[in-house]
């Protein structure tokens, strides 16, 4: 019932309690596939309950070598939504995925990352094993897969110079189809394991122009940081990207204020008019606001 539930978009937080608490006397008799749509509609719908999840995570450990590819992909996903932290669960999930990584399709290699990375969980043997299964495929890897598995290794620290490659070569023949926030956490990504590629970057950032507009501050912030970390400076790009900047700054933070500001000093960029803006709005926060 919950992963009905979850799939039609429905939310009631004391019907859910209270399903929870009949399902919890009953999940030693669930099997495999129940636990995970279990714990896929809890997070899809958004539900916390750590003790109902504690107590499934119980009845699934036994069961784990049974599981399928895309099921140990779902725990795993569906762990990270809420943050979820168990240690002893997710090694014992790695020890049972590792040798059914060849069967992971694009899309569960990408989940599956996401979650490690989005859970703080690392294990490089097993990520090692990841990217091997993963290189293969990355051909068939959506745009946002692609995004989110280069912001997956950033966020991890593991730095795999031949994999990052073929992931860039299979991202450039996608990048029209990027979102601004899979471009931003892309350069970012690439910027934090200090990863250069010239003709990438050209291509990515032709790609970024022409959806500015469509970048919140966040975004904007995550890109200014990136090309400076990167020491790359596309003149006709910063000019674009201080005019679509100039329209988010009510919703800069303090660290994003300082960020720009730092890369307009880093590239050398005279632009006054911007520059009072972006003091402007400092003062705003000073003040609290």
Known sequence: MACALAKLGWVDTAFMRVLLDKASTKLSSFNVQDLANMLWAIAKMGHKDIDFVSLLLVAAAPKLANFKPQELATIAWALAIPGHKDAAFMG??????????????????????????????????????????????????????????????????????????????????KLNEFTAQALANTVWALATLGHKDAAFMNALLVAAKAKLHTFDAQNLTNAVWALATLDYYDAAFMGALLVAAKSKLPSFTIAAVIQMDIAMTKFNIKDAEFRRALEARHAQLGRGK
């Open 92 to 173: 014992a999930l790695l020890v049972v995925a590792m040798p059914k990584l060849s069967s992971f399709d694009a899309q569960t290699l990408a989940n599956t990352v996401w979650a490690l990375a989005t859970l703080g969980y690392k294990d490089a043997v097993f990520m090692g094993a990841l990217l091997v299964a993963a290189k293969s495929k990355l051909p068939s890897f959506t745009e946002q897969a692609l995004a989110i598995t280069a912001w997956a290794l950033a966020t991890l620290g593991y730095n795999d110079a031949a994999f990052i490659d073929a992931l860039l070569v299979a991202a450039k023949l």
